[in-house]
């Protein structure tokens, strides 16, 4: 299983990003997908998730904000992030679940992507 993250990069406060994880390896349409992220010196946590049946949950700091979503055809998930504030530096992680539902959890996904930094700056 082979999960390729892409689209990070550096934008101002305000500015918009759209992240988009690869996958490769697996029965992708089985699969649960999330984005979480991770701050220097600070634990990993949920951004997003998708689940096999494309029903998506976002925390609450991502809720008005982000957007997730999973295109089947092209083994894809994507996470479209708008306004984005300083806090919302981080590595952002895809990440694949085999429960196929959707999960908050960081323990039921099984796969890991490599990461794709994001940088806000002020």
């Known amino acids: 299983v082979q999960l390729q993250a892409s689209g990070g990069g550096q934008v101002q406060a305000g500015g918009s990003l759209r992240l988009s994880c690869a996958a490769s390896?697996?029965?992708?349409?089985?699969?649960?997908m999330g984005w979480f992220r991770q701050a220097p010196g600070k634990e990993r946590e949920f951004v997003a998730g998708?689940?096999?049946?494309?029903?998506?949950t976002l925390s609450d700091s991502a809720k008005g904000r982000f957007t997730v979503a999973r295109d089947n055809v092209k083994n894809t998930v994507s996470l479209q992030m708008n306004s984005l504030k300083t806090e919302d530096t981080a590595v952002y992680y895809c990440a694949a679940s085999p429960f196929g539902k959707l999960s908050t959890r960081s323990p039921d996904y099984g796969y890991w992507g490599q990461g794709t930094q994001v940088t806000v700056s002020s």
């Open positions: 998708v689940s096999y049946t494309a029903i998506n």
């Open positions: 390896g697996l029965t992708f349409e089985a699969y649960g």
